[in-house]
């Protein structure tokens, strides 16, 4: 597996409030709380105008446009249960928006990303900060001693140290992200938090998204590594 | 227009050696020279294994694996022209990768890439560095005095000051960037670089990529904004 001790060094705490640092950010680039916890925006494509307003690129103005405007035949088989889900207004299951971005950003009083899996391509690349990414390779076969492949790294500046600035997640995985301290060495457990762009290709819907379910990880990973990565999963 | 001043901060020297600091970062990343100026590498995609070598995301190898394995049918008219165009062994102009990502590095003695053209939309994410983005919108009607929008923007970390952390822009624009020194008031003018992520959807071919020729300004912007241009033109 590897040698990343998979611990967090930063505690939920859904009634405290950010730094003031942190929270520029936060209102910097209107970002709001986001389900898989963590805080998140929906980027503006268009550089351009609508009628009389010019439009700047990563300018916020509403939901629909916040989508590249081309679509592509949806690459997914159909799935029944996706009726289910919630639906943005005027979405046609046979096609997806081409892309979308978002802004995303762990903070030290939301300081983790449950795991949850796309069926699209998520390209990652970070701003600022350091973590740690957990993927589960549920979309491939068994290991040779049971249970999904499981990866660990380490997102941050630190190209040196082998630390990610950029890092592709494939459709079909299972990923959970944590926040670690700024300073890899030193003895001050503190962070401006981690703040990163996620663009999803073919572009995200609910449909395509669900989360590992609680009590879910002994079958995909076994009882010990279950164990270990139980306070990812998002609790039912 | 704007008040940002469209003049070199640093100038580009093809003898100079860059300094230690940004020769880790090349080396790091394994960066390659770009034809537009700058450096950059095309990043690999995949999360997964080819036999039994494990794959980490954003690990180089090779330049088939570096391209999103979905395809998608391409949304671009055929360009008789583009026969022309060296092209990927492989390439079939019906269809398109659904992204492709990269690295791009602007550097002291590397400072500026060039006007030049996609057909599809990039997203542009920032890792370190400050620099000027300028947009030609080629693709919209004249200005009511005549000539094409221009928009120029300051890409960098301080979102506080409106610096831009995420740009997209839609195919069909001209775009040229320069990089700024690291601390906007400071008096002493060092860079480490500009260091960005760019995933182009769909991904990028050649054959939808195009400079702005050398005395094309002109016809664009008119005389008077050609001349403030022109030192971002590639030569011929």
Not at 82 to 105: C, D, E, H, K, V
Not at 113 to 123: E, Y
Not at 143 to 170: D, H, Y
Not at 210 to 226: S, Y
């Amino acid at each position: 597996m590897s040698s990343i001790e998979l611990k967090p060094s930063f505690t939920p705490s859904s009634g405290a409030s950010e730094s003031p640092d942190t929270d520029a950010v936060i209102k910097a680039l209107s970002l709001i709380p986001h389900i898989e916890g963590g805080y998140f925006v929906e980027t503006d494509a268009r550089v351009g105008s609508v009628g009389d307003i010019p439009i700047h690129a990563s300018f916020t103005f509403n939901l629909v446009l916040f989508r590249d405007p081309l679509l592509i035949p949806s690459p997914f088989p159909e799935d029944p249960a996706s009726a289910l889900m919630p639906q943005r207004p005027g979405f046609n299951s046979a096609y997806r928006n081409a892309s979308t971005s978002i802004f995303y950003y762990l903070t030290p009083i939301s300081p983790q990303g449950n795991f949850h899996r796309n069926r699209g391509r998520t390209v990652h690349t970070l701003h600022r900060g350091r973590g740690v990414y957990v993927l589960i390779h549920a979309d491939e076969p068994d290991l040779p001693g049971g249970g999904k492949r499981i990866e660990t790294f380490v997102v941050g500046s630190n190209v040196a140290k082998g630390e990610k600035l950029q890092w592709i997640v494939e459709g079909g995985k299972f990923k959970a992200s944590f926040l670690l301290p700024d300073d890899a060495a030193g003895t001050e457990k503190t962070s401006g938090g981690l703040l990163i762009s996620e663009t999803v290709v073919p572009g995200f819907e609910y449909c395509d998204h669900d989360f590992l379910p609680a009590g879910g990880l002994p079958a995909l990973v076994g009882k010990e590594k279950a164990e270990e990565l139980a306070w990812l999963v998002r609790k039912a």
